[in-house]
């Protein structure tokens, strides 16, 4: 996917730890939050969350309906943002297939119709076989907002090899603020099992935990807004998915997914797990953690940061990814 960069801006998602920032009169105000982004501000990150709204697939077309072995077939989906909330416009769309039930997939770069630039398609080869064939899409606006369609699909947790995720988003080397490459976002990768949402952030230099004297431990998180909450102006982070090796140095679990609205008190039935490999984080946590036990579609924003003081708790943002629309989805026809 083509790579994005954001530059000079702070996230939501990377201040998981700081909702004790500031005085203890502010942090006493119930509008006091820095998951809750108040309607008509001017700072950059809270008109960010707020004027960009990433892509959607309206509709999908599979051509010919019943295709046989021997036919290639044409996938074509409307693909756009919502013009009711953001002037951005899809800039690259990509269908991914299978034809082994999801354990491989092939991704084809989509075109765009000269005549209707929501409407995009690409055409897979015969199949040369009958089966189901799974696809789903991904896609890419003017400003760096990202839609990734995720199907459920075997993960492989904790191997030497990295975890199959369906969903990639890269963030391009940051060349014009000096960013730590520990926490330099070059990456980032989303998955699902059915029971499991998955995570990876790879950095450009290694996962490092930071130090404690003098006091930087270093922070990595993951944003999580139901879209309900993304309204009227105003934004507010459900849960933070962190992890840091300091963390509990300040009564915060190594890895944890916090609840936003509960004072940033761990979700402990979440299950949520961590392990690293060199410049790459792996976090999960169950979907019981999610309102309903399940979702449709949910907001995330990857985030790095590094904490300079735990008296009140002070988070500095270093580097962030643009939005990116998870949606669920199980798409498939049949080749006969």
């Given amino acids: 996917m083509r790579s994005f960069k954001i530059t000079a801006l702070l996230t939501a998602a990377v201040l998981l730890c700081a909702a004790r920032l500031g005085s203890e009169e502010a942090a006493q105000s119930e509008k006091f939050s820095l998951y809750y982004i108040p309607e008509r501000s001017i700072v950059s ?69 000269e005549g209707n630039e929501d409407s995009w398609y690409a055409e897979m080869p015969p199949a040369g076989k009958p089966g189901s064939v799974a696809y789903f899409f991904t896609a890419e606006d003017d400003a760096g907002n990202h839609l990734v369609e995720l199907p459920e699909t075997g993960v492989e947790w904790g191997g030497v090899d990295a975890p199959r995720l369906t969903g990639r988003i890269e963030d391009e080397n940051d060349d014009e603020r000096i960013v730590p490459d520990d926490l330099d976002v070059l990456e980032a990768k989303v998955g699902y099992d059915g029971e499991i949402l998955y995570f990876a952030i790879r950095v450009e230099g290694e996962i490092s935990s930071g130090t404690v004297s003098p006091y930087n431990p270093y922070v990595y998180s993951a944003g999580i807004y139901y879209p309900e909450s993304i309204e009227d102006g105003s934004v507010k982070t459900d849960f933070v998915l962190e992890h840091s090796q300091h963390a509990q140095f300040v009564l915060f679990p190594v890895i944890g997914l916090l609840d936003t609205e509960k004072d940033l008190v761990e979700v402990l039935t979440a299950d949520a797990r961590y392990y690293t490999d060199g410049e790459r984080l792996y976090m999960r946590f169950h979907k019981r953690a999610l309102k309903g036990e399940d979702f449709d579609r949910l907001r995330i924003i990857f985030g790095t940061a590094y904490a300079t003081d735990y008296s009140p708790l002070t988070i500095k943002p270093v580097d962030a990814t643009g939005f990116v629309n998870i949606v669920r989805v199980e798409r498939r026809f049949e080749v006969r």
């Fill in 45 to 113: 990150l809270e008109r960010f969350l707020t004027d960009n709204e990433p892509p959607l697939v309206r509709e999908t077309r599979v051509s010919p309906a019943n295709p046989g072995v021997d036919d290639p077939v044409v996938i074509a989906a409307r693909i756009s943002n919502d013009a009711k909330l953001t002037e951005n416009r899809p800039l690259y769309a990509f269908l991914h297939y299978s034809l082994d039930d999801g354990e491989t997939w092939t991704t084809v770069e989509m075109n765009q119709d």
